[in-house]
Nanobody, 125 residues
Framework: QLQLVESGGGLVQPGGSLRLSCAAS????????IGWFRQAPGKEREGILC????????NYADSVKGRFTISRDVAKNTVYLQMNSLKPEDTAVYYC??????????????????WGQGTQVTVSS
């Protein structure tokens, strides 16, 4: 069975850092595209970053450019989202999602058939 589990969210002060983890089971990252999405209160869910099955990455959100990075640990079958210089507007539920049988990244939810439950990130003083 396929499963994605996010962890690492919490409360952080502005300017702080968090690292979110997306642990995958039931499949290998070598055959899936993994995307990070977020949904802020009252906002539509948006694609932020993506990592392809080959390890290449794409950034789809100008608001996080230079602050957020995506990476993976193939030995642990885990994808990470490193978030630095956090701002209050980064407050959202963060999701990881898997796009099966694909090679290239996509910013759109279509094709991401498997989703984690999400983890809350709150940036506040």
């Amino acid at each position: 069975q396929l499963q994605l589990v996010e962890s690492g969210g919490g409360l952080v002060q502005p300017g702080g850092s968090l690292r979110l983890s997306c642990a995958a089971s039931g499949f290998t990252l070598d055959y899936y595209v993994i995307g990070w999405f977020r949904q802020a209160p009252g906002k539509e869910r948006e694609g932020i970053l993506c990592i392809s099955s080959s390890g290449g990455s794409a950034n789809y959100a100008d608001s996080v450019k230079g602050r957020f990075t995506i990476s993976r640990d193939v030995a642990k079958n885990t994808v990470y989202l490193q978030m630095n210089s956090l701002k209050p507007e980064d407050t959202a539920v963060y999701y990881c999602a898997a796009r099966p049988r694909q090679y290239y990244c996509s910013r759109y939810e279509g094709g991401y058939d498997y989703w984690g439950q999400g983890t809350q990130v709150t940036v506040s003083s």
